[in-house]
């Protein structure tokens, strides 16, 4: 089995272009990776909570789609609320939640794309973080920290860890080749077990 690393944060954050470089490394390694940005199934940022919770249902079955053709699977989206990231736990195997945390301070200075102002003069009123919600995660496996920490040391530490999961799926693999087809039909000799 292979790992789903999912990136989350707010827009500007770094998911996008961290998530590209780790899927140019991975697929330098032969590992064969998809990247799924949300802009695929959710074309602005500014959208109410429904469209962006349908979006991210679409994005999580295209993700169960490669998973099952064998494929590490990259993602980089927003992915705000709580219950989202708690489908995410409940339904991707593997998964491993990446938050690519940024101040909102940070955010709205660099603003390369314009929708913080956008937003700060109400022309958009769907932006994650200020003018909608953002539930902080709570449970993310791995937190970057990209006010603080350069493009590269940023994508260091995501290679890093994604080579960790990468290396607990093989594990995990091996176990299951090893168990028998019946753990229950085990000799009497290994009956006993200490807790």
Not at 4 to 28: C, E, F, H, M, Q
Not at 58 to 75: E, F, S
Not at 149 to 165: C, I, K, Q, T
Request: hydrophobic share 40%; proline share 4%; charged share 25%.
């Amino acid at each position: 089995m292979t790992p789903v690393i999912w990136l989350l944060g707010l827009s500007g954050s770094g998911k996008t272009a961290l998530g590209s470089l780790l899927r140019l490394y991975l697929d330098g390694q032969g590992i064969k990776t998809d990247f799924i940005d949300e802009g695929r199934f959710c074309r602005q940022a500014d959208i109410a909570p429904e469209t962006r919770t349908t979006a991210v249902d679409a994005l999580r079955d295209h993700v169960l789609q490669q998973h099952a053709q064998g494929r590490v699977c990259v993602v980089a989206a927003t992915t705000p609320y709580d219950g989202m990231r708690q489908k995410n736990r409940e339904i991707l195997p593997l998964y491993h939640e990446v938050w690519v945390r940024c101040s909102l301070q940070t955010l709205v200075d660099r603003d390369t794309r314009g929708l913080y102002a956008k937003a700060g003069h109400m022309h958009i009123t769907g932006l994650c973080g200020l003018t909608d919600t953002f539930d902080e995660p709570r449970h993310a496996d791995h937190v970057i920290d990209t006010d603080h920490r350069s493009l590269v040391e940023s994508y260091l530490l995501l290679r890093d860890f994604a080579l960790n999961a990468l290396d607990g799926a093989r594990r995990w693999a091996r176990v299951g080749q090893m168990l028998p087809e019946n753990p229950l039909a085990v000799t009497s000799q290994h009956h006993s077990f200490a807790f």
